[in-house]
C-alpha cells in the first residue's frame, strides 16, 4: 500500500484501481489522477511492460492535458498488461471485460490510446452501452480520432507555430525542414502526412522493429502503405536501415516521438541533433533530458501542450460535435496554446513545460478550490 502511495502528491492520483478476472487473464490497472475539473478522460494502453509509476505519470499527464487545452476533464489512465498484438477474439474478450470491469466508474471515460483502437472502444460501448467512451468510429456515432489524426494535426501547428522561436536560419519554413519521426502509428503515420503536405522532408522514421534513415527523403504515402499492410518501416525499399533506437541519432531539424516514454535519457540525449522536439508521444524525455537540451538551445514542446489534439478530439466528440469542428477546435487551442506557453518560456526564462505547467495546475488548483474535497 505504502508502496503506491508513495507517488501521490497534492494533485493525485485520487484513486488507483486494479482489475483482474483469472479467467481470461485480464489484469489491469486504472488511475484517476484529478476530476477537480470534471470526468478524466484518457486512453487505454495495452502493453505487457508499463509499471505501475508510468501508469500514475500517464494519468497526470492527461490532467495536465485537459487543464491546458480548457476542458471541463480531468486526468486518467487504463494499463492492461497484454501483448496487443494478440490474436481478435482473446483481445475484443479482454477490452470486452475491462469494459465490464469499469462500468461503474462515471467519473472516468474511455478512451484509445497504444495498442487499443476505435473497434476496441466500439466493443466497450457495446458491453456498457453509454457516454463513459470515446473515439469511437462514426458508424457508432464517434469521431475516430486516430484515423482522423486529430493528435497529429495539432502536432503540425504546434510545431508552424514554435519554427520561429528555434535557432534556426532566417527564412527557415517547414517547406525543406527536414524531420524524423520515432513511432509510425496513429500519431506518427498521421504526423508525416500533414507534414508532408505542407512539403516538409521526411529523412528518418523508427517503429518497434528498427528504423530508415534517407537525407533525400522518404516516401511518406509509401511508408504509410507499408504500416497499414501490418509492415514495418524496415521493410521500405530505399533508405539505410538502423536499429530502432538509432533514430535518435539521425540528422534533422525537427525530432518527434511519438513511440514510448523516456526515450530520450540521460544515456542518448547527447545524440539528439534536431533544433526543435515536438512531443508526440506522452512524457517522451526525462525531466533531465528536457533541461539538457533546453540548456543548448534545443526547443522541446511538451507533450501536453503538443499533443492535445487526440483528448481535444474526444471531449469534442463527448459533447456531441462533428469531425470539421474538432478539427478546427484543435488548431485553434494548439496553436494559442504553443504560443502562450513559447511566449512566457522566453520572457520568464524558463523551461517551456515550466510554463505549461504553470498554466494547467493554476487551472487545476483553482477547480480544486471550489470543492469539498480537493481532488474528486
Ligand atoms: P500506436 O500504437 O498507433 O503506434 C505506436 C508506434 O510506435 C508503432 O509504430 C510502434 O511500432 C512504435 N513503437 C513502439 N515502441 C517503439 C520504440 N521503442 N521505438 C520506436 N517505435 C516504437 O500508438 P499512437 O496512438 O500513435 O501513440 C503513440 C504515442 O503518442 C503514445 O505515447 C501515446 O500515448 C501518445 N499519444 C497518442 C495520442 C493519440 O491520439 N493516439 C494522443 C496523445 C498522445
Given at each position: 500500500m505504502a508502496d503506491i502511495l508513495r507517488f501521490a502528491d497534492n494533485l493525485g492520483p485520487a484513486k488507483i484501481i486494479q482489475v483482474y478476472e483469472p479467467t481470461i487473464n485480464l489484469k489491469a490497472v486504472l488511475v484517476i489522477d484529478n476530476i477537480a475539473m470534471g470526468p478524466a478522460i484518457g486512453g487505454i494502453r495495452m502493453a505487457p511492460d508499463v509499471s505501475i509509476e508510468e501508469c500514475i505519470r500517464l494519468a497526470r499527464t492527461m490532467t495536465l492535458k485537459n487543464?491546458?487545452?480548457?476542458?471541463?476533464?480531468?486526468?486518467?489512465?487504463?494499463?492492461?498488461?497484454?501483448?496487443?498484438?494478440?490474436?481478435?477474439?482473446?483481445?475484443?474478450?479482454?477490452?470486452?471485460?475491462?469494459?465490464?470491469?469499469?462500468?461503474?466508474?462515471?467519473?472516468?471515460?474511455?478512451?484509445?490510446?497504444?495498442?487499443t483502437d476505435e473497434e476496441s472502444m466500439a466493443w466497450i460501448k457495446d458491453e456498457i452501452n453509454n457516454r463513459n467512451v470515446t473515439g469511437l468510429p462514426a458508424e457508432a456515432g464517434g469521431i475516430p480520432l486516430d484515423q482522423i489524426g486529430a493528435t497529429a494535426w495539432g502536432i503540425r501547428h504546434a510545431i508552424e507555430v514554435a519554427l520561429p522561436y528555434c535557432h534556426f536560419p532566417a527564412g527557415f519554413t517547414l517547406a525543406k525542414a527536414r524531420v524524423a519521426i520515432q513511432g509510425f502509428g496513429a500519431v506518427g503515420k498521421n504526423a508525416a502526412h500533414f507534414l508532408a503536405e505542407v512539403k516538409a522532408v521526411l529523412v528518418g522514421a523508427a517503429d518497434s522493429q528498427g528504423s530508415v534513415y534517407d537525407p533525400d527523403g522518404l516516401d511518406v504515402n509509401k511508408l504509410i502503405r507499408l504500416k497499414e499492410a501490418g509492415k514495418s518501416v524496415v521493410d521500405?525499399?530505399?533508405?539505410?536501415?538502423?536499429?530502432?533506437?538509432?533514430?535518435?541519432?539521425?540528422?534533422?531539424?525537427?525530432?518527434?516521438?511519438?513511440?514510448?516514454?523516456?526515450?530520450?535519457?540521460?544515456?542518448?540525449?547527447?545524440?539528439?541533433?534536431?533544433?526543435?522536439?515536438?512531443?508526440?508521444?506522452?512524457?517522451?524525455l526525462t525531466e533531465g533530458a528536457e533541461q539538457y537540451l533546453h540548456e543548448k538551445g534545443?526547443?522541446?514542446?511538451?507533450?501536453?501542450?503538443?499533443?492535445?489534439?487526440?483528448?481535444?478530439?474526444?471531449?469534442?466528440?463527448?459533447?456531441?460535435k462533428i469531425e470539421s469542428e474538432a478539427l478546427e477546435v484543435i488548431e485553434k487551442l494548439v496553436r494559442n496554446n504553443t504560443r502562450l506557453v513559447l511566449e512566457e518560456s522566453r520572457s520568464k526564462k524558463i523551461l517551456p513545460r515550466e510554463a505549461?505547467?504553470?498554466?494547467?495546475?493554476?487551472?487545476?488548483?483553482?477547480?480544486?478550490s471550489f470543492k469539498r474535497w480537493s481532488i474528486y
Open positions: 487543464a491546458a487545452a480548457g476542458l471541463s476533464h480531468g486526468g486518467g489512465k487504463t494499463v492492461v498488461y497484454a501483448d496487443a498484438k494478440m490474436p481478435k477474439p482473446e483481445k475484443e474478450r479482454l477490452i470486452r471485460a475491462l469494459a465490464c470491469a469499469l462500468r461503474n466508474f462515471p467519473e472516468y471515460i474511455m478512451g484509445p490510446d497504444m495498442g521500405y525499399t530505399g533508405g539505410e536501415k538502423f536499429d530502432r533506437d538509432a533514430i535518435v541519432n539521425f540528422d534533422c531539424d525537427i525530432w518527434i516521438p511519438a513511440a514510448r516514454p523516456d526515450v530520450v535519457n540521460v544515456d542518448n540525449m547527447h545524440l539528439l541533433k534536431a533544433k526543435l522536439v515536438v512531443e508526440g508521444a506522452n512524457i517522451p534545443v526547443l522541446c514542446i511538451p507533450d501536453f501542450i503538443a499533443n492535445s489534439g487526440g483528448v481535444i478530439c474526444a471531449g469534442m466528440e463527448y459533447r456531441g505549461a505547467m504553470h498554466l494547467a495546475v493554476t487551472r487545476v488548483e483553482r477547480a480544486m
